[in-house]
């Protein structure tokens, strides 16, 4: 594993892209099912699909006709014969022809973003009407199935340190790597079990919750049970501190009490060599099968997106909880389309489908609690939309995954986009 050094992580200034991403304010649609008993949250216990409505045309130069919701197909134009697909000029579309894009961290600012391809390893700063760059490289990587570089986290601290938090798989296990400016990434925690096969449940969403440690969700391995099994790191949420050590037992997501029931048994894998502490007590929650979406859900705490019976679910993760048991906060019937990935602002909680093609939105009150319907986003606008980060002034920000032998790829997919109010992409999205 190296880190490229031909430079520090750029900070563009970029006015324009700015003023497009801080104008930007969400619009929503679609619809799904809830739990009745949501924490801290009040649920209408039934709500229907609703059209697409813009809400401000004037916060970027895109139509403002409504996509249609029977239709995958793109409704935007096709760019100019001149165009190249690579460099497109829709503000939405942040970068294009990226290989297998997957991890996804919204820079401070909210203008630009590190964006990780899961097949090659690569780390690039992408932002708007800018040439994406290298800021640094994961090798030793096995990508087949699902795996490789997953996902991506900044440090708490990123503004001062700079440090970047990778989950990767390589041929033996799955691991959290810290990568420094100028330094090759560091294993920091290591023997996560690691699945084989096209579906390799190898889980990789990893996320710093408001109580500033480090929450990684791993899949089960396509081992039936293991998120059971307390002598298994699989199928897990599991707890660490920024050195990748098991955070301090005791404590819920938001640091207010509680405690952590102590893990028993022999993980299946070594710890990081020099590791003093039993790997298993960062294990925090357990019950997972395959996890998709890991999201902060403000001062409560971090959500998990896992597959559950005949639905996607989003649930709250608690100290010692059995996820697959836990109330959802959100329930996707894969009948609709299903989950993937999730992301919470002050203005929604989001979710991506990639059957669907589609992010489904619930706008959120002043209380905390959701308010009015659900809505959808970009529909069929940008093809399969997979990760999903929260960026400033209630934009949302997605990779797409058309070529992943699922889609149907277009010359500029792979792609990170913006998704902004009026919900239907740029001028010239997909062709």
């Known amino acids: 594993m190296e880190q490229v050094t031909d430079g520090p992580l750029r900070r563009p200034v970029l006015r324009r892209a700015a003023a497009l991403l801080s104008a930007a304010a969400v619009t929503l649609v679609g619809c799904a099912d809830f739990s009745t ?68 961290a919204v820079l401070p600012g909210g203008v630009s973003a590190l964006v990780g391809e899961r097949t090659t390893g690569r780390i690039l700063e992408v932002a708007p009407q800018t040439e994406p760059v290298e800021v640094a490289r ?81 899949g089960d391995a396509g081992i039936p049970g293991a998120g059971d099994d307390p002598a298994s790191l699989a199928g897990k949420v599991l707890r660490l501190d920024e050195f990748g050590m098991p955070a301090p037992a005791g404590g819920t997501p938001d640091g207010t009490g509680g405690s952590v029931p102590p893990a028993t048994g022999t993980p299946t894998a070594a710890p990081v ?96 609690g959701f308010t009015g319907r659900p809505e959808q986003l970009a529909k069929g606008t940008y093809g399969r939309l997979l990760s999903l980060e929260a960026g400033t002034e209630g934009v949302l920000w997605a990779t797409t995954a058309n070529r992943d032998g699922n889609g149907e790829p277009q010359p500029r997919d792979d792609m990170v986009v913006v998704i902004p109010s009026g919900g239907g992409g740029g001028g010239d999205g997909r062709d």
């Open 37 to 104: 008993e949501p924490p801290e949250a009040t649920i209408q216990p039934s709500l229907s699909a609703a059209a697409m409505y813009p809400q401000d045309e004037t916060a970027f130069p895109i139509p403002t006709t409504p996509a249609s919701p029977s239709s995958g197909a793109s409704t935007v134009p096709s760019p100019s014969a001149a165009e190249d697909p690579c460099r497109p000029s829709d503000p939405t579309i942040i970068a294009a022809c990226l290989d297998a894009p997957w991890g996804l």
């Open 138 to 218: 994961v090798d030793g990587l096995d990508a087949t199935g699902d795996g490789g570089l997953l996902g991506l986290a900044l440090s708490p601290h990123y503004a001062e340190d700079g440090l970047v938090y990778a989950y990767v798989t390589t041929p033996t296990d799955n691991r959290i790597v810290r990568i420094a400016r100028g330094d090759v990434p560091k294993d920091i925690f290591t023997g996560i079990p690691r699945g084989t096969g096209t579906d390799g449940h190898n889980g990789g969403r990893i996320e710093f919750g408001a109580d500033g440690h480090l929450y990684v969700a791993t």
């Open 273 to 368: 060599p020099g590791a003093a502490t039993d790997p298993l007590t960062a294990v925090y929650a357990h019950g997972l099968t395959d996890p998709t979406g890991l999201c902060a859900l403000g001062d409560t705490g971090v959500g998990v997106v896992d597959r559950l019976g005949t639905a996607d679910v989003l649930a709250p993760v608690t100290a010692g909880a059995d996820l697959s048991a836990t109330p959802a906060i959100w329930s996707f019937p894969v009948t609709d389309g299903g989950a993937v990935d999730c992301a919470r602002n002050d203005v929604v909680l989001a979710a991506t489908s990639l059957d669907q093609e589609l992010v489904t939105a619930l706008g959120l009150g002043p209380d905390g």
